[in-house]
């Protein structure tokens, strides 16, 4: 079941169900150097403020467990002048669910009147180049690429 996460609790509770699902994933696949950090997301947001009025999550729930979770920033790009719905990480074991949760997350940026969405994808996994097919098949273009070095 999809719910949207409105409470810090929720949160909480979703990232930890996802931390010990996606454990190795992350070891192995996260990003270069680094690998995400769950506490920090947790730390940085799980608050109900936030999570009800500029980040948005979405989890889908099996057994009670979360097996999947897309969280986006809804703002203004200081560049572009356009409010632009941004994704901070999309994650699922169950492809179905997967993009279930991803027309969630499109079907509520409508709602709010918001005409871009902006997606993400980690260079280190190996299902990336085919999540950058979908992403192009989706209607997509690529318009930026991220480089980071250990200084």
């Not at 079941?1 to 070891?27: P, W």
């Not at 809804?74 to 632009?84: A, C, G, W």
């Not at 690529?142 to 200084?151: A, G």
Request: proline share 3%.
């Amino acid at each position: 079941m999809i719910k949207k996460v409105i409470s810090g609790q929720e949160f909480e509770k979703a990232c930890r169900d996802l931390e010990a699902l996606f454990k190795e994933d992350n070891a192995k696949y996260g990003h270069a150097y680094l690998t995400m950090n769950p506490q920090s997301i947790i730390d940085s947001f799980a608050h109900s403020t936030l999570l009800n009025n500029n980040i948005y999550c979405w989890a889908n729930f099996e057994n009670g467990l979360a097996d999947g979770m897309i969280m986006f920033t809804d703002s203004i790009h200081p560049f572009l002048n356009q409010r632009i719905f941004s994704e901070y990480f999309w994650i699922s074991k169950n492809p179905r669910k997967s993009f279930a949760l991803y027309n969630k997350a499109v079907k509520f940026a409508k709602s709010k009147g918001i005409e871009y969405i902006n997606m993400n994808c980690v260079e280190n996994h190996p299902t990336s180049e085919k999540l950058k097919k979908i992403y192009r098949k989706m209607g997509f273009k690529k318009d930026t690429e991220s480089y980071i070095k250990k200084i």
